[in-house]
């Protein structure tokens, strides 16, 4: 009996042989060509849901302040038909005559705009001797209102750390007058008293640097009154903070307010306001 074989022929190897190698070729090479184009592939962004959404450009940042404003006092004042007389305080003179005071801002900001609002109230008395001898006693009482409101846009500097911006705003003032002259040489006193309100027109500028994440300076200029209300009227203000916390800051600085006002004539109750405030200032904050 004959055994014979299956063995495949050399035809089915030449013909299926080679489809086989050719297969696993393509099939080695789609593999690797899949890893190198996976490779080369960006990581998939993750989803905007695990984001943390990136603040908005129009997002307003607000901040409120009290502060004291120790200030130093020099100028004129006249009342009715009593000729000017001169206003000398020192800032101690002042802390010594102060009757009491409020004061306060706010400020509110995004990356184009920017609003502020400022008040100050304040009572002091004040008596001293004028006259080319020091002959005549003066007594005076001033009660002074004043509240400044400006909106500004901040100019594109490109820059990181410092932000300027242009302002346009009003400044109200309202300052009650009572004075006394006494002359040594008369028995009598000469008394006056009035009140007087306006509102200036104003111009300026507010800058702000940010030194690094915890200190930071701000300064604010303007000028106004062109004759609208006062003949002439200016502020300035620059000064040194501190963030305690993301909430809290205080600062340090200095603050001038320059006004020039007349009214009336002598005849009919004139009242003359020529006096600048100047003096340094603390500050506390809060942010939100």
Known sequence: MRFTTHAPSGRFFRIYGRRSLLAAVLLATSLAAGRVQAADLPSAA??????????????????????????????????GRLPSVPVNATIPDVLEKLDGAVMGSFFARNDQWMVLADLVLARLSHDSHVGTFGGTALDAELSQTVA?????????????????????????????????????????????SQSKEWLDPTVGLTAQWKIDERWFMNAIADIGGFGVGSKLSSSGYVGLGYMWTPSISSAVGYRYLYEDYESGNAQGGAFRYNTTMHGPTLSVAWHF
């Not at 603040?55 to 006092?73: F, H, K, M, V």
């Not at 846009?153 to 003032?173: E, F, H, K, Q």
Request: cysteine-free; overall charge negative.
């Open 46 to 79: 993750p989803s905007p849901a695990a984001e943390a959404p990136a603040p908005s450009a129009s997002q307003w940042r607000y901040q409120a302040t009290l502060y004291g404003w120790a200030t130093a006092i020099n100028g004129d004042v006249g009342v």
């Open 148 to 192: 400044t409101g400006a909106v500004g846009y901040w100019l594109p500097l490109g820059l990181s750390n410092i932000d300027i911006a242009v302002t346009g705003g009003l400044r109200y003032m309202r300052i009650s007058g009572d004075l006394s002259l006494t002359p040594d040489v008369m028995p009598l006193a000469l008394a006056a």
